[in-house]
Nanobody
Framework: PMHLEESGGGAVQAGGSLRLSCTGS????????MGWFRQAPGRPREGLAC????????YYADSVEGRFTISRDNAKNTLYLQMNSLKPEDTAMYYC?????????????????????WGQGTQVTVSS
């Protein structure tokens, strides 16, 4: 099975930036669409951004469009999330996830059931 591990979280002031990374191992990384999700205490898991297996197409939630950028380097088996103009409401645990290309569709891009592999998460805290 694929193992995913996130890094790059931390504490930052509002308006600041962070870059999250997610490294995959165990399976062919470029066979998978990848996504970033987050979950704040007491709230459901929220899909933020997805990227297709070769990185040709990206999708964003309205809440992060224009502030966050998803990218991937398949040669390094690594997924990234560049987060700019951070707000206190961005505070959450951030997760990366992988979906087999055959089981993922842009129509249900953030459907968590389609993502078979998840990392343990990295905490992002934005102070005002």
């Amino acid at each position: 099975p694929m193992h995913l591990e996130e890094s790059g979280g931390g504490a930052v002031q509002a308006g600041g930036s962070l870059r999250l990374s997610c490294t995959g191992s165990g399976l062919h990384f470029d066979d998978y669409a990848m996504g970033w999700f987050r979950q704040a205490p007491g709230r459901p898991r929220e899909g933020l951004a997805c990227i297709t297996w070769r990185g040709g197409t990206t999708y964003y939630a309205d809440s992060v469009e224009g502030r966050f950028t998803i990218s991937r380097d398949n040669a390094k088996n690594t997924l990234y999330l560049q987060m700019n103009s951070l707000k206190p409401e961005d505070t959450a645990m951030y997760y990366c996830a992988a979906a087999r290309a055959s089981g993922w569709s842009p129509l249900g891009r953030f459907r968590t059931a389609d993502f078979g592999y998840w990392g343990q998460g990295t905490q992002v805290t934005v102070s005002s």
